[in-house]
């Protein structure tokens, strides 16, 4: 199991200088609205991904009159360990420091703390963009095929180049033939690599949703985008005219999704929005699940608000399955009472308490006690 051993935020949001030490499994991190708990999941986001997760911007992130946000930690497993530093200033100019040594892609932290984000934004997987939901399978997809990366920034190069000259109006022929056969060659293989993870994942969601709420009936297809008869290569020839009409590429892995079906109707019509909530966290455990089966350590789990966004009993499923994954987790609530009696008395839970962007872990004894009057054992 690989997991945050610390972690030391400097002005993010309104935490001016936080320090963490957390569980190796289950973290609670407690507060009322508007202490900083969101925050502190954004700093954990932002030592993996060098972003944030709720803006595009960097200058909200930043607290408000510093010139940088800055996160430093730890990462252990049983094979290596990480010093890791991200911090990016209002211009946007990030430095990333993995063990003393200056990167500069994004990708290396992505591969040292693989994040999964459970919060009110990725609730709307469903009913959002298929971007969303090809984001979601690219995840693991980069996580388990080496050669993604490169063949996805080839693939975005190629579709760039053609589209330009689509737009450019006078054709040459041999340009785009070039751009062609090299959109095509990534884009099979992009298909290949989702293909191939897809069909990991699915039986593990099957598992993951019959766990969490035993409804039977949701399904799972992949679209690669294209006409499942044809060669990519023959679908760019077949539809240039039209293509050089629209101005852009209009069939291809960019246009893959994931379609989710309950009893063969969209499960964003056929579903409750709690039961969407249900399959969401189905998805994101089973991306977990595959994760550390196929790597022999579990990704990092931040869950903004839980309580505020499933009853008490998929909680109490989503928190039991969550145990048994290998994975550190960080969950975040107000009342630390709604998360308290759900975890086994084996697990090491610690709870922290934000107040005003500052963190204290609240002492083994209150823990303790809290924990007995929630109704848990607690071993002696
Ligand atoms: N750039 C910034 N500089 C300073 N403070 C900020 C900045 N951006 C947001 N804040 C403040 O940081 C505080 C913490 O916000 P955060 O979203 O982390 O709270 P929270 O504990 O998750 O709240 P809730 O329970 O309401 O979701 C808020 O009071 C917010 O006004």
Redesign the pocket.
């Known amino acids: 199991m690989s997991s945050l051993q610390t972690v030391k935020v400097t002005?993010?949001?309104?935490?001016v200088s936080v320090t963490l030490l957390p569980s190796p499994t289950i973290n609670i991190i407690h507060?009322?609205?508007?202490?900083?708990?969101?925050?502190?999941?954004?700093a954990i986001y932002f030592l993996g991904m060098a972003r944030s997760f709720?803006s595009l911007r960097i200058?909200?992130?930043?607290?408000?009159?510093?010139p940088a946000a800055t996160v430093f930690g730890k990462v252990a497993s049983e094979k290596a360990n990480w010093s890791i530093g991200v911090s990016r200033d209002l211009e946007s100019n990030f430095r990333i420091q993995i063990n003393g040594e200056s990167y500069k892609l994004t990708s290396s932290l992505a591969s040292i703390l693989p994040l999964q984000v459970i919060n009110p934004d990725t609730f709307r997987l469903l009913e959002g963009s298929p971007k969303d939901r090809r984001q979601f399978l690219d995840w693991g997809v980069f996580h388990v095929e080496h050669r993604f990366l490169d063949v996805w920034k080839r693939l975005q190069k190629a579709m760039k180049q053609r589209n330009a000259l689509l737009r450019h109006g006078k054709i040459s022929g041999s340009l785009l033939e070039v751009w062609d056969q090299e959109f095509a060659q990534n884009g099979k293989l992009i298909d290949e690599f989702r293909k191939k993870y897809f069909d990991l994942l699915n039986p593990v969601f099957d598992k993951a949703i019959q766990n969490l709420c035993g409804v039977e009936g949701v399904q799972l297809t992949y679209q690669r985008g294209w006409d499942k008869e044809s060669d990519l290569s023959d679908v760019l020839i077949r539809s240039l005219s039209r293509d050089s009409e629209a101005g852009y590429t209009q069939w291809g892995p960019h246009r893959a999704d994931i379609r989710v079906r309950y009893k063969g109707v969209a499960a964003v019509d056929s579903l409750s929005r709690g039961q969407q909530k249900i399959v969401v966290c189905a998805l994101k455990l089973a991306q977990g699940m595959l994760f550390s089966s196929l790597n022999n350590h579990g990704c990092v789990y931040l869950i903004?608000?839980l309580p505020s966004e499933l009853d008490f009993q998929h909680r109490q499923r989503l928190c039991q399955l969550l145990e048994t994954m290998n994975s550190q987790v960080f969950i975040?609530c107000?009342e630390k009472d709604s998360l308290g009696s759900i975890w086994s008395p084996n697990t090491e839970v610690k709870m922290f308490h934000?107040e005003?962007?500052t963190l204290i872990e609240d002492a083994a004894e209150d823990l303790e006690q809290h924990l007995r009057s929630a109704g848990a054992a607690v071993l002696p």
């Open positions: 002005d993010i949001r309104n935490l507060g009322a609205n508007g202490s900083g708990k969101t925050s502190i999941l954004e709720r200058k909200p992130v930043v607290r408000n009159g510093q903004d608000d975040t107000v934000v005003h962007g």
